[in-house]
């Protein structure tokens, strides 16, 4: 983050990342805002060593006002029991911040941001960052990699190693959970998520 939201706080993390966040209620740095109901914003200690960064909020979160509710939401509890990381102790978030949809009569279908979208919220990714300073960041799906790196990932070239981060510290790629609960056949399904653990389990060592 810059310094502006420290300085005026005196310094107290907690104070200006409630600063940032009320910030981001009222962001219009890219058209999504006009049609999603809130800004999701990212949840967790600011002192967590590891940070989780998903795509976008879902129908589910956009409601809620918070992070990975829905049905990816509990995927991804569920894979973190797994791999002995507690939620509660790690800060999650996306790499866009506002539901982007398509109406299809009474249902909103996720759509997936452009270039120009993950550009814009990366300032907030940005504040995020700077604040929660965490030892390993997890870019979850193409779009989290994208806003993490800087610069479009390919997952399947990136998953399975530690990479350096520009803004400092390590991070890590895999899929994102939403990818799992698309997958119709159980046993590769139960293979895939089996995966997805193991990624989360070598983040979690690469936290010292």
Same mark, same amino acid.
């Given at each position: ?39 999701? $914003? ?25 992070? $990975? ?19 509660? &102790? ?16 009474? &249902? ?37 990699? &994208? ?9 399947? &070239? ?34 895939? $998520? ?15």
């Amino acid at each position: 983050m810059t310094d502006t939201a420290r300085s005026r706080i005196g310094g107290n993390a907690r104070a200006a990342w409630k600063a940032v966040r009320d910030d981001a209620a009222a962001c219009t740095r890219c058209p999504l805002y006009k049609d999603a109901t809130q800004t999701v $914003f990212g949840e967790g200690p600011i002192d967590s060593t590891m940070m989780l960064v998903g795509e976008q909020p879902g129908d589910q979160e956009d409601l809620a006002g918070k992070p $990975f509710v829905g049905p990816a939401g509990h995927m991804l509890d569920r894979a973190l029991d797994e791999a002995g990381i507690d939620r509660d &102790r790690t800060y999650v978030t996306n790499a866009v911040k506002h539901f982007k949809f398509e109406q299809r009569g009474k &249902r909103r279908l996720h759509s997936k941001p452009n270039a120009g979208e993950i550009k814009a919220c990366r300032w907030w990714y940005e504040q995020e960052i700077a604040l929660v300073a965490p030892q390993v960041i997890v870019a979850m799906g193409a779009t989290a990699a &994208r806003s993490v790196f800087g610069r479009p990932v390919t997952i399947g &070239r990136a998953r399975g190693e530690a990479h350096e981060l520009p803004e400092g510290g390590i991070g890590w790629v895999t899929v994102h959970p939403s990818y799992l609960l698309r997958i119709p056949d159980r046993a590769r399904a139960a293979e895939e $998520f089996a995966r997805f653990v193991a990624d989360l389990k070598a983040a979690r060592r690469s936290t010292g």
